[in-house]
């Protein structure tokens, strides 16, 4: 199994950073994993954000491009997220997933994304 824990979620304030973290344990997990990030905010789909393959390349939502930032340390398990430039909208619970992700696939399915955290709540404040 893999388990993937999410962590530096937080209230700030408009125009602020935020940099988020997300461990990958378990046997069965493999670097050669894709890892990403999604949110969800009150009353809405879960919806893309970034994502980053085992090569490094990366992917992102348009609204997020040019303020957020994902990276991963192979050595680490782990992939980050770091947010700046904070507006209002970027509230909601983000969320760790893992998987093979599957070309021009941004929606959160399983065949993509067969692994989740628990999510970390971010709270951007105007």
Do not use: C, L, P
């Given at each position: 199994q893999v388990q993937l824990v999410e962590a530096g979620g937080g209230l700030v304030q408009a125009g602020g950073s935020l940099r988020l973290s997300c461990i990958a344990s378990g046997r069965t997990f493999?670097?050669?994993?894709?890892?990403?990030?999604?949110?969800?905010a009150p009353g809405k789909e879960r919806e893309f954000v970034a994502a980053i393959r085992s090569g490094d390349s990366t992917y992102y939502a348009d609204s997020v491009k040019g303020r957020?930032?994902?990276?991963?340390d192979n050595t680490k398990n782990t992939a980050y997220l770091q947010m700046n430039s904070l507006k209002s909208e970027d509230t909601a619970v983000y969320y760790c997933a893992a998987g093979y992700f599957i070309y021009g696939e941004y929606r959160p399915t399983a065949r993509s994304w067969g692994y989740w955290g628990?999510?970390?709540?971010?709270?951007?404040?105007?």
């Open positions: 493999s670097s050669s994993y894709a890892m990403g990030w999604f949110r969800q957020f930032t994902i990276s991963r628990q999510g970390t709540q971010v709270t951007v404040s105007s």
